[in-house]
């Protein structure tokens, strides 16, 4: 019987596969064929014996898992070795020689790797240890493992039902980073990003002025938010989705290292209410984007408790400040503000997105959030106070939860102080570099590891602006090193991060060799 039973299950699978195979939707049963393969033998695991073809199929299925592993490991191990960032390629350019046409018929699954094989080769390596451009980069190996066991569970972050495990995660999370801030008795979300998170923060802000803005709507040109001159774009981004509008966005002054000065916070704030309008919330920055400077925040969030505003700190780039006992003090005050938004994967090193709202006063958050009461195919009474989704924006949402919590549970707390040190450490050996070169300086005194200098060479006579650009140009063109340009007020600058393992002392050093050597082509007049 057992024989009998084990053939009629194999010739069900057999049909089952032909039907998908020389179905009208062929080039999407082709994709599918290892999957289809997957299954078959997944319901013939218990089996002792599997049909031949079943135990191909677990090969193939294996063979192909085994590939892709080949060549994490070889992009792994490559960072390792002499070689470039990036090949930089003009994107016509790109787009001639790249195959990116979407077949009637599919081309299976060799297909997928030779696609891979490409994608890899054009990529911007951002683990290689030359690579500090933007706020982020390197590869932490056990988020990466969590990234690859949410994708192959691929659940969504809205219940516990469908997330029981993540949910408790998440919430752990939230929790140990509330404590970090401060914020014993809070709650929060994973969000995906910096930025949502400050719109999140603006719009418990506006919630808390105005209740009824949820479900009544509001006419958002009378309210005012202030920010620092110097802070991240994603505040006029989330005026725009809140109903306020760019230009009741203010943009108080800073002082020369970058920061928000409270005594024209406070000229600016009697303004607003001299020409009639209503002020409603302050966003402090800890870390800026450029300079990497962090405000005042005590001081800040004093004048605006004062005035009966929301506090929110935007901290994407600086929350990791809190792990080390040294730097801790650059978010003095932190404790006193109402909420705030981190980046663990800018200097956590977390690949993107996994981002945290933390907030002290759960029940505003739930409130802006509650227009996910009515999804009854959700979300059920008796299980109010475990489901993520009430303290979110997102319905579907993705599990960015496991990657953190993997990495925090091999480095602990810890491991995160010395790295936050380490880099603060290169940081200082940079900017050392700098001040001791003869064509180099400082554009801004550093607070974290954000590093500004430009290039003035003694006795250049031409437009500084354009030396630096035409020489970071050049070094883009190389490939060999990727560091970001920015300005400071006019000047154009090169801003060096330091968020990424892989960099080191010897990697900072020959980037400023980098730097002199075509400093001096541009001088000389030599072509790139």
């Given amino acids: 019987m057992r024989l009998i039973s084990d053939l ?225 774009y994603s505040v006029l981004m989330a005026a725009n989705v809140i109903g306020i509008g760019h230009q009741n966005v203010i943009k108080v002054a800073c002082d020369s290292n970058g920061c928000m000065q409270p005594e024209a916070l406070q000229d600016e704030i009697n303004r607003t209410r001299r020409e009639g309008q209503t002020p409603f919330c302050v966003i402090s920055t800890a870390g800026t984007t450029v300079r990497g400077a962090f405000d005042p925040i005590r001081l800040i969030g004093d004048i605006a408790h004062s005035e009966g505003l929301w506090h929110h700190v935007d901290a994407a780039w600086g929350g990791c400040s809190q792990f080390s006992a040294e730097h801790s003090t650059l978010m003095d005050g932190v404790e006193f503000a109402d909420s705030v938004c981190w980046d663990a994967h800018k200097m956590m090193g977390i690949p993107l997105i996994c981002s945290a709202f933390l907030v002290k006063d759960s029940e505003v958050l739930a409130r802006v959030c509650a227009h996910g009461n009515v999804a009854h195919y959700l979300f059920h009474e008796e299980s109010r106070n475990i489901d993520a989704g009430r303290y979110s924006l997102q319905c579907g949402r993705r599990n960015d939860a496991l990657k953190l919590w993997l990495a925090w549970r091999e480095c602990g707390d810890a491991g995160w102080a010395a790295q936050v040190e380490r880099y603060m450490e290169l940081a200082s050996h940079l900017e050392s570099l700098v001040l001791d070169h003869p064509h180099l300086e400082m554009m801004s005194t550093r607070m974290w590891t954000n590093v500004c200098f430009r290039l003035n060479p003694d006795g250049f006579v031409g437009d500084l602006n354009e030396l630096n650009t035409e020489v970071r140009k050049r070094v883009m063109h190389n490939g060999n090193f990727m560091v970001s340009r920015s300005n400071i007020g006019d000047d154009v600058i090169f801003r060096a991060v330091i968020a990424n393992p892989k960099i080191s002392s010897e990697s900072l050093e020959r980037l400023v060799d980098e730097i002199s050597l075509l400093s001096e082509e541009v001088v000389r007049g030599l072509p790139n």
């Fill in 8 to 232: 009629w299950l194999s010739i069900a699978i057999i049909h089952h596969a032909y039907i998908l195979i020389h179905s009208p939707y062929r080039p999407f049963s082709q994709s599918l064929s290892t999957g289809i393969l997957s299954n078959s033998y997944l319901l013939l695991k218990n089996t002792k014996n599997p049909p031949l073809f079943v135990v191909t199929i677990k090969m193939e299925l294996e063979s192909f898992i085994g590939a892709i592993a080949d060549r994490i490991i070889e992009y792994l191990n490559a960072s390792d070795e002499p070689g470039k960032v990036s090949n930089p390629v003009p994107h016509t350019s790109l787009a001639k020689t790249s195959d990116l046409k979407l077949p009637l018929e599919g081309n299976g699954m060799d297909a997928v790797l030779d696609d891979i094989d490409a994608y890899l080769l054009s990529c911007v390596k951002t683990n290689r240890p030359e690579f500090m451009n933007p706020l982020w980069g390197g590869i932490n190996t056990a988020a990466l493992a969590g990234e690859i066991i949410s994708t192959l569970t691929n659940t969504s972050m809205y219940t516990y039902e469908l997330a029981p495990l993540a949910t408790l995660i998440e919430q752990t999370l939230v929790q140990r980073m509330g404590e970090l801030v401060g914020f014993l008795d809070g709650a929060g979300t994973l969000t995906t990003g910096g930025s949502n998170g400050n719109m999140l923060g603006m719009l418990c802000a506006r919630q808390v002025m105005v209740p009824t803005s949820t479900q009544t709507g509001i006419d958002g040109r009378s309210l005012v938010a202030y920010v620092s001159s110097e802070a991240h």
